[in-house]
């Protein structure tokens, strides 16, 4: 399961690294609890009490601001039966409260109240509050981190540079949207980071491009692909995707992020978040136009994403070359994942 050369090409990585759920389990462990995830925009988190939950590769996890004004977050998990605390989504609470036995946490994690659990002497409430993890807010957008082995902006990288001219701080949120398809993650990250596929699958996207000028450029724990618009396009030309599995496309006035979480090992979600500077009523139409193209390009690469995966899992598949010039963006990132997981 690692990238294989022959007389020289680069290929791809073998199919049962997109199918076997031991890879899976190893990814959820290696990849996605030991890095940054993007929870989407730090407003959701604002005021003593706002939180958000959320999944990543299975483990739930809430970030949520305390009465004190420190931002904290935990595993969505009671330390009592293990019951989840929090639906996923976003809210407001004055403490935390399990659904199951009406176990009572504060804001920070402290465990308050344990209603009708009777006495015990060695049971001291202060030796159980909530499983703490790191959080961390950059420029508007909230990131947590299960097992982090690295800082926030060393796992952002070049990220960091890319954006330093963009007001990123200043988008507000405006709409959100949640996708579920059948394919593994890793082959939707294959298919977003090359621009190879665009006159096949987005005719209108690559009517709207200057494709003989679209470039992808493997950075530090970034992958950046550029073409020159035309006209009609609502995306300004740059879209970007950072290590290990979020994205953030730019438009004029806004832009939009998504995070690419795995549900199992054939089963993938998008979480996108979609904001802009101006969210005024004159800018309404523009807005849920820019919105609705995008999911449109978005859903467009489903159907090839999910017959990829039934191929690579019936073993009717063996790795193929990748392109020198459109897919050096899915070399970088197969490396990174072997690097990992062998």
């Given at each position: 399961?690692?990238?294989r050369y022959?007389?020289?090409?680069?290929?791809?990585?073998d199919?049962?690294?997109?199918?076997?759920?031991?890879?899976?389990?190893?990814?959820?462990?290696?990849?996605?609890?030991?890095?940054?995830?993007l929870?989407?925009?730090?407003?959701?988190?604002?005021?003593?009490?706002?939180?958000?939950?959320t999944?990543?590769?299975?483990?739930?996890?809430?970030?949520?601001?305390?009465?004190?004004?420190?931002?904290?977050?935990?595993?969505?998990?009671?330390?009592?039966?293990?019951?989840?605390?929090?639906?996923?989504?976003?809210?407001?609470?004055?403490?935390?409260?399990?659904?199951?036995?009406?176990?009572?946490?504060?804001?920070?994690?402290?465990?308050?109240?344990?209603?009708?659990f009777?006495?015990?002497?060695?049971?001291?409430?202060?030796?159980?509050?909530?499983?703490?993890?790191?959080?961390?807010?950059w420029?508007?957008?909230?990131?947590v981190?299960?097992h982090?082995?690295?800082?926030?902006?060393?796992?952002?990288?070049?990220?960091?540079?890319?954006?330093?001219?963009e007001?990123?701080?200043?988008?507000?949120?405006?709409?959100?949207?949640?996708?579920?398809?059948?394919?593994?993650?890793?082959i939707?990250?294959?298919?977003?980071?090359e621009?190879?596929?665009?006159?096949?699958?987005?005719?209108s996207?690559?009517?709207?491009?200057?494709?003989?000028?679209?470039?992808?450029?493997?950075?530090?724990?970034?992958?950046?692909?550029?073409?020159?618009p035309?006209?009609?396009?609502?995306?300004?030309?740059?879209?970007?995707?950072?290590w290990?599995?979020?994205?953030?496309?730019?438009?004029?006035?806004?832009?939009?992020t998504?995070?690419?979480?795995?549900?199992?090992?054939?089963?993938?979600?998008?979480?996108?978040?979609?904001?802009?500077?101006?969210?005024?009523?004159?800018?309404?139409?523009?807005?849920?136009?820019?919105?609705?193209?995008?999911?449109?390009?978005?859903?467009?690469?489903?159907?090839i994403?999910?017959?990829?995966?039934?191929?690579y899992?019936?073993?009717?598949?063996?790795?193929?070359?990748?392109?020198?010039?459109?897919e050096?963006?899915?070399?970088?990132?197969?490396?990174?994942?072997?690097?990992?997981?062998?």
């Amino acid at each position: 399961m690692r990238l294989r050369y022959r007389l020289g090409v680069l290929r791809n990585l073998d199919p049962t690294f997109y199918c076997d759920p031991t890879v899976f389990r190893s990814e959820r462990e290696r990849i996605f609890w030991q890095t940054w995830q993007l929870l989407g925009p730090a407003s959701q988190v604002a005021a003593p009490g706002d939180y958000v939950a959320t999944e990543i590769a299975g483990a739930k996890v809430v970030a949520i601001r305390a009465d004190d004004g420190e931002l904290r977050a935990f595993r969505n998990v009671c330390v009592h039966r293990g019951a989840r605390l929090f639906e996923e989504g976003s809210g407001h609470c004055s403490a935390i409260r399990c659904p199951y036995h009406n176990w009572v946490y504060g804001l920070d994690g402290t465990l308050k109240r344990t209603p009708w659990f009777g006495e015990d002497p060695d049971f001291d409430m202060a030796d159980w509050p909530l499983q703490q993890i790191s959080v961390e807010e950059w420029r508007g957008l909230l990131f947590v981190a299960i097992h982090p082995v690295e800082p926030l902006l060393a796992n952002l990288g070049d990220t960091v540079t890319v954006l330093a001219d963009e007001p990123i701080e200043t988008f507000q949120l405006y709409r959100t949207e949640h996708l579920v398809f059948d394919a593994n993650w890793k082959i939707y990250m294959d298919n977003f980071i090359e621009g190879y596929h665009i006159p096949g699958i987005h005719p209108s996207f690559y009517a709207a491009i200057d494709f003989e000028k679209f470039e992808t450029v493997a950075m530090n724990n970034v992958i950046k692909m550029t073409a020159p618009p035309k006209d009609d396009l609502f995306y300004r030309g740059t879209w970007l995707t950072t290590w290990p599995n979020w994205t953030l496309s730019l438009f004029d006035g806004g832009m939009n992020t998504s995070r690419i979480n795995p549900i199992d090992e054939g089963r993938t979600e998008l979480l996108y978040h979609y904001y802009f500077a101006d969210l005024s009523d004159a800018t309404r139409e523009v807005r849920d136009r820019t919105v609705d193209g995008s999911i449109s390009v978005v859903r467009e690469d489903f159907g090839i994403c999910e017959i990829t995966h039934q191929n690579y899992a019936s073993g009717g598949y063996r790795s193929g070359p990748l392109s020198p010039r459109h897919e050096t963006g899915v070399a970088w990132f197969q490396q990174k994942l072997a690097a990992i997981l062998t």
